[in-house]
């Protein structure tokens, strides 16, 4: 008859056996390590929506001094605006968190195509072009996708 104390001491040789840390982690080890994880997530969520917010209003500012309002500048601060959408998403719930992410990607390569675009090599710009087409097609996908 096997010794059940020892028997639960031991480690399994089975590759197929789950037989983790994270097993032998107490709950109270879990719960304590999840709740940081959620804490430090929140705390920088945060801190990423008053650095946007503090970015978006000297793009303002810029924008008054120059006496000039650019593409450009309008890009920028749509950028700004799905950071803070991102942001919203995650504390509402309302919306897919993975959707505001493709959108300020397709931004930023937007942005770079339309500053960058008299200067760059064309084949970069072709390059660019599918990698939004590329985001625009996974974004819809996530849309259309069964919510479950």
């Known amino acids: ?52 917010l503090v970015a978006a209003g000297l793009e303002v500012v810029s924008v008054y001094q120059s006496g000039t309002v650019e593409l450009a500048d309008i890009l920028m601060m749509f950028l700004y605006t799905e950071v803070i959408a991102m942001v919203a998403v995650f504390y509402t719930g309302k ?11 397709i931004t930023a390569l937007s942005r770079l195509i339309v500053l960058q675009g008299k200067e760059m ?24 996708a069964p919510k479950h």
């Open 1 to 52: 008859m096997k010794d059940p104390v020892s028997e639960g001491n031991q480690k399994n040789e089975d590759p197929g056996h789950e037989d983790s840390e994270i097993m032998d982690m107490s709950k109270a080890e879990q719960v304590f390590a999840v709740t940081s994880f959620q804490i430090a997530e929140r705390l920088m969520l945060i801190v990423t929506a008053l650095l946007t």
């Open 95 to 105: 919306g897919s968190p993975f959707i505001y992410p493709i959108f300020i990607a």
């Open 121 to 144: 090599d064309p084949l970069n710009i072709l390059y660019e072009a599918a990698a939004v087409v590329l985001l625009a097609i996974a974004a819809m996908f996530i849309l259309r």
